[in-house]
């Protein structure tokens, strides 16, 4: 499969009055064209900046890209001037945000909304793009649309507005998709609706998706590969089955074992103690080592490399060094082990 | 929508009804009276006077006689000008006012509207600091000083426009000028709060995001929904021309409706001052009515929803 | 991730392998010290550049207005006619050529009229001292401004706080009566009332202001009991039996303070402005008493010959309601939780 997106060595830095917050500190990841990657991280770990890089929207003056390459079909886009950018957004890689209730302007009819990239990018006629715009209204679901196109933001729900906002994404069919919670600020059964939507559109369409969330039951449900993102650092990274039933770094057994199952009823639910780090003086080792209660002497001295589990499989600890003592996982973690054991016997049969 | 509109028509002409309630009876309790401004009058001229306006009846009788003289549109007459009908120097005063806070509100709003968006573009750059202090000064610096330094610097030192008068356009720069700045300081404030929110909000993320270039963002996404809340504070403005034309038609002696009302407080002539009290009132209730049409109709949320949300 | 990587990492201290001590109270402890709302809103107030030369300015009027008319060897009454129309002269200033007693011809009154005194203001056609009139004035246009603003204060917060806590029917009657009050714009309301006196005070001034001032204090006040009667923590004591009296003044006025507070900042310029707005259609303050705006006013008179007469006095209310204006919105932002990070 052909790269299509290649992320190299990714430094974002935001100018405060408290001083330089070291938001993206040197992460790396690449896709591939039609591929599903999740990037998953609580706020402020820099999974969101990292994105609006690719957008090239970090905002300017306070937020700088301060090192590294965003290869897209080898082209650097951290290179690229505002104008040229302008020609990418949209057409190329387009961008769905969380809240569809402020996502959209309020006073401009959605058919405006959607076809005005078309008409930017494609040099197309009005009737033509209106055309292509109750299409679109159509494949993302949305009744009537012919009607509906004539309409304003207020006048959709919540899940119709996040279709719209799809809709307008897929206006100048991009290769590559990026989508910020797009399902945080929906309802569960709206969610689950977004969600086999885009599974849909991607089927029939091909594009490639980069899904940020906080959510992991997303991420089973959508991605193929998955980077776990922790102050500003990929700590992990891997396929959905690896990550889920063979996780490495301490911090993923930590969200793995936050996330309540069916089978932990009546069980306390376990929560990762303390808080993320200030990114205006980041930690020197692991930047978790603080909060990890199997850190070792090396995750407060030094920064951990990526070491290699499997062919598709990273992860940054230095449980991970020959030279580590063996520990003993959580039992949540345990417990997900064998269930990969048991789903490759039953897939064996 | 349109039982909203006879509903607000409604509560309009009941506001106007207790207004003109009320100044009719503030008036009946002032002291002082107009003719003891004037020349000495003997017992029986003045009986005569009194006679003829209706003072000497009851003040209920008073009340409903003037009541029913204004539903046709009849303000009485002058006590100063003799005979002469208030609404017909109502009328013929009404010109140059309208024409300097028509002027003021336009050249006020456009420029500030421009030195707002400029300061929210180039926020936190010494654009949008210089345009701060100026639209802090506008704000704090009284019309009238401000009037009255244009007047002697501009019209008496430097001769470069007429001190005073109302003989022709050059005639109406400076006194348009002096309203105008109040105008431009409150709209450019105002203008430069709701740009910056609009430019940090989602919609304005999600149209860069579509590749639209910066002028695109600015003209057809941003420009329209800073706009809109600007509309809501066209009516406190045009009370504020109002009253800002009583001082600025003094000093600079134009002919308008401010500079009579003031004439009229000094020689206490009741009905013109109720007459114009009235008229403002009327006027005010007025453009509040249509700057809410006027937002319900570019506003598509409240549009739709008919009525406000 | 290849293998010069990890043969790099098989050189580290073998000791850093050891397990680290983990202690999960250390990692709760909050690194930044908690500050209290009001706390934090005077740093910010600080903060901000405009807020803090609006305080200095404002500073400065006080004590000017507070000190100098009693350490003036005038009154602002005592009339010297022999001395009247001097253009300003200050000690050591007059050496930069400025308030050096010259006119703007440049001709020394001073010197003709053989006086020896230093009006650093100059005096006005009746020989009285122009820095003692100023700064009393200026002591008048304040109390004009304390005295509307804490009546409109205490009548809009009771207003505006029943008409939104008990809401209903009581709120709608209450406000059609403000939409009455809102009909007639704000001087003309002024300038009715002031003419029911023969010889307007600072009291009646200060009155006439508040007959329709208190309606735009009620409307603020309405809007934040409107939305915060209903928030949770309001509910929950409610739900929890709180009489109203408890919930009034332990919930929501404190959160209503950040809001009065600012509209009061904000009324008292503008009382000054509309008791200078009167003095100048001749209903203000009479004399031998003098406000800001009436010495404006008559210093406009004679502007062409004495220009001095007006810009100090003109100069004094624009930097009293620019600081007032600068101190209020500097506190709008500090006390506005949104901005509160």
């Known amino acids: 499969m052909v790269k299509l997106l290649e992320v190299k060595d990714l430094y974002v830095s935001f100018f405060t009055h408290a001083g330089e917050v070291h938001a993206v500190r040197g992460v790396d990841f690449e896709l591939k064209k039609g591929e599903t990657l999740a990037i998953v991280g609580e706020s402020g770990s820099g999974k969101s900046v990292t994105t609006k890089a690719v957008m090239g929207l970090i905002p300017k003056p306070s937020g700088l890209i301060k090192k590294g390459e965003i290869l897209f079909e080898g082209k650097d886009l951290a290179k690229m001037k505002e104008s040229e950018l302008q020609n990418v957004r949209g057409k190329e890689i387009a961008m769905i945000f969380q809240d569809p209730m402020t996502s959209l302007n309020p006073t401009m009819t959605i058919g405006k909304q959607i076809?005005?990239?078309?008409?930017?990018h494609q040099k197309v006629s009005k009737d033509a793009a209106l055309k292509k715009t109750i299409e679109l209204l159509d494949l993302v679901g949305i009744p009537q649309p012919e009607l509906r196109v004539k309409q304003y933001p207020h006048q959709f729900s919540g899940g119709m507005r996040q279709r719209v906002v799809i809709a307008m994404s897929l206006a100048c069919n991009p290769k590559l998709l990026i989508a910020d919670e797009p399902t945080t600020a929906l309802d569960v059964t709206i969610q689950a609706q977004i969600l086999e939507l885009m599974k849909d559109i991607q089927k029939k369409t091909g594009v490639a998706i980069i899904f940020i969330t906080h959510d992991l039951g997303v991420v089973a449900n959508v991605a193929d590969r998955v980077a776990v993102m922790y102050a500003g650092k990929i700590i992990e990274t891997g396929t959905v089955d690896d990550v889920f039933y063979n996780p490495q770094h301490p911090y993923t057994w930590g969200l793995l074992a936050s996330m309540p199952d069916m089978d932990s009823k009546g069980d306390e639910l376990f929560s990762i103690a303390g808080t993320p780090p200030d990114l205006i003086a980041p930690p020197k080792g692991d930047a978790f080592a603080a909060r990890n209660p199997f850190a070792l002497k090396a995750d407060f001295e030094l920064q951990p490399p990526m070491f290699k589990v499997s062919n598709t499989h990273y992860a940054s600890t230095w449980l991970l060094h020959p030279d580590a003592p063996e520990i003993t996982p959580p039992d949540a973690v345990l417990k997900r082990r064998n269930l990969r054991t048991k789903a490759g016997e039953n897939r064996g049969k | 929508m349109g039982r909203y509109v006879l509903q607000r028509l409604f509560y309009m002409v009941f506001t106007l009804f207790l207004i003109t309630t009320l100044t009719f009876f503030l008036m009946k309790l002032l002291p002082g009276s107009p003719l003891q401004n004037q020349e000495k009058l003997t017992a029986e001229q003045r009986e005569v006077i009194l006679e003829k306006y209706g003072l000497n009846d009851p003040v209920p009788v008073q009340y409903v006689r003037y009541m029913k003289n204004l539903v046709q549109g009849d303000l009485g007459i002058s006590f100063k000008y003799d005979n002469r009908e208030v609404s017909t120097?109502?009328?013929?005063?009404i010109g140059p006012s309208a024409q300097l806070g028509f002027q003021a509100l336009m050249i006020g709003t456009l420029i500030g509207i421009l030195l707002g968006s400029i300061a929210a573009l180039r926020h936190n750059t010494w654009v949008d600091y210089g345009s701060t202090v100026i639209s802090v000064l506008g704000i704090s610096v009284p019309s009238f000083v401000l009037a009255a330094l244009l007047q002697y610097y501009v019209g008496v030192e430097l001769r470069w426009l007429p001190v005073a008068m109302w003989k022709g356009f050059e005639y109406t720069i400076?006194?348009?000028l002096a309203l105008s700045v109040f105008v431009i300081a409150q709209v450019s404030r105002f203008m430069r709060t709701e740009m910056i929110e609009v430019l940090h909000s989602d919609y304005i993320l999600l149209a860069r995001a579509k590749g639209i270039s910066g002028s695109g963002i600015i003209l057809k996404h941003a420009l329209r929904n800073a706009l809109i809340p600007v509309i809501t504070i066209l009516g406190p403005m045009a009370v504020n021309l109002m009253t800002g034309t009583l001082v600025i038609e003094r000093i600079f002696a134009v002919p308008g409706l401010g500079e009579q009302f003031v004439l009229s407080i000094m020689v206490n002539d009741y009905t013109i001052i109720m007459g114009i009290t009235i008229f403002y009132s009327a006027l005010f209730i007025l453009i509040v009515f249509i700057v809410d049409i006027l937002y319900g109709i570019i506003d598509p949320r409240i549009r739709l929803a008919g009525g406000k949300s | 991730m290849d293998k010069a990587q990890n043969e790099k990492q098989l050189k580290i201290n073998p000791e850093l392998f050891q397990p680290a001590e983990y202690d999960p109270s250390k990692v709760e402890v909050i690194t930044r010290?908690?500050?209290?709302?009001?706390?934090?809103?005077?740093?910010?107030?600080?903060?901000?550049?405009g807020a803090t030369f609006g305080l200095i300015l404002l500073t400065i009027i006080l004590c000017f207005a507070l000190f100098a008319p009693i350490f003036s060897s005038y009154k602002y009454s005592d009339q010297n006619l022999r001395h009247a129309k001097l253009p300003p002269k200050m000690p050591y200033i007059e050496k930069l050529g400025v308030m050096d007693g010259k006119d703007k011809d440049g001709f020394d009154w001073y010197a003709t009229k053989k006086v020896d005194k230093y009006y650093y203001f100059g005096t006005d056609d009746l020989g009285r001292d122009q820095w003692t009139r100023i700064w009393t004035g200026a002591r008048i246009s304040l109390l004009i401004g304390l005295?509307?603003?804490s009546v409109d204060l205490l009548i809009?917060?009771?207003?505006?706080g029943i008409s939104g806590y008990y809401g209903g029917r009581l709120d709608t009657i209450m406000q059609r009566l403000v939409e009455v009050l809102m009909g007639v714009p704000y001087l003309i309301v002024v300038i009715l009332f002031i003419l029911l006196f023969e010889e307007p005070g600072v009291l009646t001034i200060s009155l006439a202001m508040v007959v329709t001032g208190w309606v735009s204090m009620s409307r603020v006040v309405r809007g934040q009991i409107l939305k915060l009667k209903n928030q949770e923590y309001v509910l929950a004591s409610r739900t929890l039996g709180s009489p109203d009296g408890r919930l009034i003044f332990k919930h929501l006025l404190p959160n209503v303070m950040g809001p009065i507070i600012v509209m009061t900042m904000f009324t008292i310029p503008s009382a000054i402005f509309a008791e200078a707005f009167l003095s100048f259609i001749g209903l203000g303050i009479k004399p031998p008493l003098a406000s800001l705006g009436s010495l404006v006013s008559d210093g406009y008179k004679s502007i062409r010959?004495?220009?001095?007469?007006?810009?100090?006095?003109?100069?004094?209310?624009?930097?009293?309601?620019l600081s007032f204006n600068l101190v209020a919105d500097g506190l709008r932002d500090a006390l506005d939780p949104k901005m509160r990070k």
């Open chain 1, 115 to 120: 076809m005005e990239g078309m008409i930017k």
């Open chain 2, 89 to 93: 120097i109502i009328g013929e005063r």
């Open chain 2, 174 to 176: 400076l006194p348009t």
């Open chain 3, 33 to 49: 010290p908690s500050l209290t709302f009001w706390k934090d809103a005077s740093r910010r107030l600080l903060q901000n550049r």
């Open chain 3, 147 to 149: 005295i509307a603003a």
């Open chain 3, 156 to 160: 809009g917060v009771m207003y505006g």
């Open chain 3, 305 to 321: 010959t004495y220009p001095h007469l007006m810009m100090y006095p003109a100069l004094v209310i624009s930097s009293l309601i």
